[in-house]
């Protein structure tokens, strides 16, 4: 009589697949709070040195330059006001968004759009007050004769330049802001 064996599948060698992970959504709300604090350390610092950006200088007569005489330069308050107001209430719901989870995919979508506006605003704040500053420290004696500044008033120049930097750096962060939350609602289509 032939002796039967039974194989052991117990024992197999050829490994069980295990089942496949579910995909796992990355959380950026965290990357968005640091990056709305940026937004508003950049708007409350380029607001206060321009708005401290004053100087007068003593000739026969005193002279002023004070950012509130160029409308650009009040636009550029203006704008910076706003975005720091505005990165504020979007860095509370951030963080309400990171206790909460179920607010995360209806404000990616909102983030989105308004960071797309004050981006324009803040941008052309900064290129309006650019291009003012551009012409304090060149002038443009080919076209209107108009004479350059930042010789006379030096410290003037210097405090609306580097508001100006700091405005450009502001833009640069809210570029960035748009940009993660288009990735964020990227990530959680289904693949």
Not at 11 to 21: D, G, H, V
Not at 126 to 141: C, D, E, F, Q, S
């Amino acid at each position: 009589m032939a002796s039967t064996v039974e194989p052991d599948y117990k024992s197999s060698s050829t490994p069980i697949p295990a089942p496949a992970p579910a995909t796992a959504v990355v959380d950026y709300f965290k990357f968005d709070v640091i990056l709305r604090f940026l937004l508003f350390a950049s708007s409350l610092v380029s607001v206060v040195v321009m708005v401290t950006s004053n100087q007068t200088i003593y000739v026969p007569a005193p002279l002023s330059a004070k950012f509130r005489y160029s409308p650009a330069f009040v636009y550029f308050v203006a704008a910076f006001s706003v975005s720091g107001l505005y990165s504020i209430i979007t860095t509370l719901a951030s963080l309400s968004a990171i206790k909460n989870p179920t607010l995360r995919n209806k404000l990616l979508l909102h983030y989105v759009l308004w960071d797309a506006l004050i981006l324009g605003i803040i941008a052309s704040a900064v290129g309006t007050a650019g291009g003012i500053a551009y012409l304090g420290l060149k002038g443009n004696r080919h076209v209107v004769g108009w004479n350059k500044i930042c010789n006379v008033f030096d410290d003037f120049c210097r405090h609306v330049g580097s508001a100006i930097a700091v405005g450009l750096f502001g833009s640069i962060v809210t570029l960035l802001l748009i940009g993660l939350s288009a990735y964020s609602i990227h990530s959680r289509l289904p693949k």
